[in-house]
C-alpha cells in the first residue's frame, strides 16, 4: 500500500520559515524522483520543487532562493525547507512521487 503522509503545514506570518515533511511507504524511494506541488485555490496544481533519485534539485523560478528541498533515502522522507514565506505561496502543498502517487496535502496559510 502506497502512502505519502505530509506533515508541517500551518498558518505563519509572511517572511517567517516553515517545513514540510513528506514520509513515504510502499514506493522505490531511493530510485523515486520526489516532489512538492502545491494548488492555490482558483488555480492549477503546479510544481514547487523536485528532486531526483541521486539528490540533484529543481525548483520553480517563484521560490527559487528561498525554498529548499532535500531526502533521506533511509529514513523515506522528503522535507522541503519554506524560508520568506509570501502570501503568494499560500496554497496545499502535495507531495508526490513524480508522475505517479500523491500525497493527501497540507494547507499552509501566509498571513500579510
Known amino acids: 500500500q502506497v502512502q505519502l503522509v505530509e506533515s508541517g503545514g500551518g498558518l505563519v506570518q509572511a517572511g517567517r520559515s516553515l517545513v514540510l515533511s513528506c514520509a513515504a511507504s510502499g514506493i522505490a524511494f531511493s530510485i523515486s524522483a520526489m516532489g512538492w506541488y502545491r494548488q492555490a485555490p482558483g488555480k492549477q496544481r503546479e510544481l514547487v520543487a523536485a528532486?531526483?533519485?541521486?539528490?540533484?534539485?529543481n525548483y520553480a523560478d517563484s521560490v527559487k532562493g528561498r525554498f529548499t528541498i532535500s531526502r533521506d533515502n533511509a529514513k523515506k522522507t522528503v522535507v522541503l525547507q519554506m524560508n520568506r514565506l509570501k502570501s503568494e505561496d499560500t496554497a496545499v502543498y502535495y507531495c508526490a512521487q513524480v508522475g505517479r502517487y500523491w500525497g493527501q496535502g497540507t494547507q499552509v496559510t501566509v498571513s500579510s
Open positions: 528532486i531526483t533519485s541521486g539528490g540533484s534539485p
